[in-house]
């Protein structure tokens, strides 16, 4: 199989094709339809259960956004449960079993690592969320490109793996615009996440995948060979894999996007191929896991669970990672305790409060933010230099560029077809331009959209884990850790049916007011005091639960109450880029 035709196999994976490439609108779309359709096999179902006296099962996957591995089991009583496919296998590889050996030899041959290193590409853009990683490019490198870009000798093929130099999402656009300073480190935490995934997938196959680091010393050295590499290499490219080195290569001249790892190939047991597949290779467990897992941002409230089942995830990963120089630490809460409700109500302040993301989505803060561009039109220029009482006024009456609107939120506006970019300018439906006004109201919106979901924080999962780090640590391991931590956590996790999710955007916005909070409410004192003077910093949440059914009531009780059914199609999934955009072949 040629490597166009591979990439553009996995495009054609079932529900995850259709899923890639696919606007928000498309997407909404399809899961309406899926929707109805499991509504009419549920109705179905229940009348069968009752008439034969025995379990019916539905295949509720496609409405949660998966291939395979995710069922709904009714009853002759009509009550109903969601059950997750368990993958044993996996669970064995996590904990430690089965790791390909340390002697496994170099494989130099890209057409015999190919299928391998594109699905630890996809298996890294599919999980676990999809949306923060899905700016990691990978490059496929020859052992002579490997050579050449690490200046040292080199006996396997691989993939250059880059990734931006700062975070990016609705979110942080969001808060760089309120002037709030990014600190979550997210690159680093994304980066070792979609790392994480590609070794797994690798060892799921019997084959190993070794990390050389790029250290910032080398990396414009590096960066400069790869904008060679890449513009030798254009000629032999065609279609989707020439368009995504072209703009691969702008990004490094722009250096925002930098090479940070090559991971070599190193082969073991011999490829399974299957060429009704995608990429031509049968999947392996791991894979599998991949293809079925969903981030789901509600959990069931009917199935509590211990304490224990959360720490051991914790104590797993941290076991398997080699973490023993104490970078990380955790602090595990129940739904039903005053502290976990307190988070929240920390979480909804950071955007709702006096010094919130509401308060702070202002004009001024926009005309402060605009202020030292150099690019203005004259008429905007002049309004940034107006007194703030007159900010609003003028601020209905001219236009705000395309190019000035932070990268994400205009994507955003754009996506549901209710905005268009052209010359420059968004326009809505009756062809008016964006202002300044009309911009920081949409913003405000999708920031109260947020604090909306923050307030019933405590009410979603029955545990709620915060990933501590250690500061006087280096930071780009440190991080990096913490992202190996959280991908096995959550990779553990769907492997034996629990349903789980991380959040980093809440302790960007309210990271200091949990971080007093915890100080104030552990009895851990040598922790208090970590906490107290600054040496220990809450990074990560991470939720635990079990899968929640389709008659279970959310929000009860409260005006948005709604059904465990409805909530799957209320749940939002975002788009995925075909794997084409993030994966360029050697030819």
Same mark, same amino acid.
């Given at each position: 199989?040629?490597?166009?035709?591979?990439?553009?196999?996995?495009?054609?994976?079932?529900?995850?094709?259709?899923?890639?490439?696919?606007?928000?609108?498309?997407?909404?779309?399809?899961?309406?339809?899926?929707?109805?359709?499991?509504?009419?096999?549920?109705?179905?179902?229940?009348?069968?259960?009752?008439?034969?006296?025995?379990?019916?099962?539905?295949?509720?996957?496609?409405?949660?956004?998966?291939?395979?591995?995710?069922?709904?089991?009714?009853?002759?009583?009509?009550?109903?449960?969601?059950?997750?496919?368990?993958?044993?296998?996996?669970?064995?590889?996590?904990?430690?079993?089965?790791?390909?050996?340390?002697?496994?030899?170099?494989?130099?041959?890209?057409?015999?690592?190919?299928?391998?290193?594109?699905?630890?590409?996809?298996?890294?853009?599919?999980?676990?969320?999809?949306? $923060?990683?899905?700016?990691?490019?990978?490059?496929?490198?020859?052992?002579?490109?490997?050579?050449?870009?690490?200046?040292?000798?080199?006996?396997?093929?691989?993939?250059?793996?880059?990734?931006?130099?700062?975070?990016?999402?609705?979110?942080?656009?969001?808060?760089?615009?309120?002037?709030?300073?990014?600190?979550?480190?997210?690159?680093?935490?994304?980066?070792?996440?979609?790392?994480?995934?590609?070794?797994?997938?690798?060892?799921?196959?019997?084959?190993?995948?070794?990390?050389?680091?790029?250290?910032?010393?080398?990396?414009?050295?590096?960066?400069?060979?790869?904008?060679?590499?890449?513009?030798?290499?254009?000629?032999?490219?065609?279609?989707?894999?020439?368009?995504?080195?072209?703009?691969?290569?702008?990004?490094?001249?722009?250096?925002?996007?930098?090479?940070?790892?090559?991971?070599?190939? =190193?082969?073991?047991?011999?490829?399974?191929?299957?060429?009704?597949?995608?990429?031509?290779?049968?999947?392996?467990?791991?894979?599998?896991?991949?293809?079925?897992?969903?981030?789901?941002?509600?959990?069931?409230?009917?199935?509590?669970?211990?304490?224990?089942?959360?720490?051991?995830?914790?104590?797993?990963?941290?076991?398997?990672?080699?973490?023993?120089?104490?970078?990380?630490?955790?602090?595990?809460?129940?739904?039903?305790?005053?502290?976990?409700?307190?988070?929240?109500?920390?979480?909804?302040?950071?955007?709702?409060?006096?010094?919130?993301?509401?308060?702070?989505?202002?004009?001024?803060?926009?005309?402060?933010?605009?202020?030292?561009?150099?690019?203005?039109?004259?008429?905007?220029?002049?309004?940034?230099?107006?007194?703030?009482?007159?900010?609003?006024?003028?601020?209905?009456?001219?236009?705000?560029?395309?190019?000035?609107?932070?990268?994400?939120?205009?994507?955003?506006?754009?996506?549901?077809?209710?905005?268009?970019?052209?010359?420059?300018?968004?326009?809505?439906?009756?062809?008016?331009?964006?202002?300044?006004?009309?911009?920081?109201?949409?913003?405000?919106?999708?920031?109260?959209? =947020?604090?909306?979901? =923050?307030?019933?924080?405590?009410?979603?999962?029955?545990?709620?884990?915060?990933?501590?780090?250690?500061?006087?640590?280096?930071?780009?391991?440190?991080?990096?850790?913490?992202?190996?931590?959280?991908?096995?956590?959550?990779?553990?996790?769907?492997?034996?049916?629990?349903?789980?999710?991380?959040?980093?955007?809440?302790?960007?916005?309210?990271?200091?007011?949990?971080?007093?909070?915890?100080?104030?409410?552990?009895?851990?004192?040598?922790? @208090?005091?970590?906490?107290?003077?600054?040496?220990?910093?809450?990074?990560?949440?991470?939720?635990?639960?079990?899968?929640?059914?389709?008659?279970?009531?959310?929000?009860?009780?409260?005006? $948005?109450?709604?059904?465990?059914?409805?909530?799957?199609?209320?749940? @939002?999934?975002?788009?995925?880029?075909?794997?084409?955009?993030?994966?360029?072949?050697?030819?």
């Amino acid at each position: 199989m040629k490597a166009n035709q591979l990439l553009a196999s996995y495009d054609e994976y079932g529900l995850l094709g259709e899923l890639s490439g696919a606007s928000q609108a498309d997407l909404d779309k399809l899961f309406r339809k899926a929707h109805q359709q499991l509504q009419d096999e549920l109705q179905a179902a229940r009348r069968q259960a009752a008439e034969q006296n025995r379990q019916i099962s539905i295949d509720a996957s496609r409405l949660s956004g998966v291939i395979a591995g995710d069922w709904i089991r009714v009853a002759p009583d009509q009550t109903s449960l969601r059950q997750l496919t368990e993958f044993p296998e996996v669970v064995a590889g996590l904990l430690g079993q089965n790791k390909p050996a340390d002697s496994l030899p170099a494989c130099a041959s890209l057409d015999d690592a190919r299928p391998l290193l594109a699905r630890c590409a996809y298996n890294g853009l599919w999980s676990p969320s999809g949306t $923060n990683w899905q700016p990691i490019r990978t490059v496929e490198l020859s052992a002579a490109e490997v050579a050449l870009v690490m200046s040292q000798p080199a006996q396997a093929c691989g993939l250059l793996v880059l990734a931006r130099r700062q975070y990016q999402s609705v979110l942080s656009d969001i808060a760089g615009l309120c002037g709030f300073e990014q600190t979550s480190h997210a690159e680093q935490i994304d980066l070792a996440i979609w790392l994480l995934a590609a070794e797994q997938t690798a060892a799921g196959h019997g084959w190993r995948l070794d990390s050389l680091r790029l250290a910032p010393q080398d990396q414009a050295r590096a960066t400069e060979k790869m904008i060679k590499i890449l513009s030798q290499r254009i000629k032999r490219l065609s279609g989707p894999s020439q368009l995504a080195a072209k703009e691969l290569i702008q990004s490094l001249e722009a250096d925002d996007h930098y090479p940070a790892i090559i991971l070599e190939a =190193f082969q073991g047991r011999e490829l399974i191929t299957a060429g009704n597949q995608p990429g031509g290779l049968m999947p392996a467990p791991f894979d599998r896991l991949v293809a079925a897992r969903s981030t789901q941002r509600v959990a069931s409230p009917s199935q509590d669970l211990a304490r224990e089942q959360l720490s051991d995830l914790f104590e797993s990963a941290y076991e398997f990672l080699a973490q023993n120089d104490n970078l990380l630490s955790s602090m595990i809460f129940g739904w039903q305790e005053e502290l976990t409700a307190k988070i929240g109500q920390a979480m909804h302040a950071g955007i709702e409060g006096p010094n919130g993301l509401l308060s702070r989505a202002s004009l001024a803060n926009l005309s402060r933010l605009l202020r030292d561009r150099t690019d203005l039109p004259d008429d905007l220029e002049a309004w940034t230099g107006l007194e703030e009482d007159q900010l609003e006024a003028r601020g209905k009456e001219i236009a705000i560029p395309a190019r000035l609107i932070p990268r994400h939120i205009c994507a955003k506006l754009t996506e549901g077809g209710q905005f268009r970019v052209e010359d420059d300018f968004v326009l809505d439906q009756r062809g008016r331009r964006l202002t300044p006004v009309r911009l920081i109201k949409i913003v405000r919106m999708m920031s109260r959209a =947020f604090g909306k979901f =923050f307030l019933s924080f405590e009410n979603t999962h029955p545990l709620l884990g915060i990933i501590l780090v250690k500061t006087s640590a280096d930071s780009e391991k440190t991080y990096r850790a913490a992202g190996r931590l959280v991908a096995h956590m959550t990779f553990l996790a769907r492997a034996r049916g629990f349903t789980s999710i991380i959040k980093s955007g809440p302790l960007e916005i309210a990271g200091a007011a949990i971080q007093k909070l915890l100080t104030e409410n552990t009895s851990d004192q040598p922790a @208090k005091q970590k906490l107290s003077q600054g040496e220990l910093v809450p990074v990560l949440t991470f939720q635990l639960g079990m899968p929640l059914g389709p008659d279970e009531l959310v929000a009860p009780g409260q005006p $948005n109450e709604h059904s465990g059914l409805a909530e799957r199609l209320l749940d @939002k999934r975002a788009p995925r880029a075909p794997l084409a955009a993030h994966y360029i072949p050697l030819e």
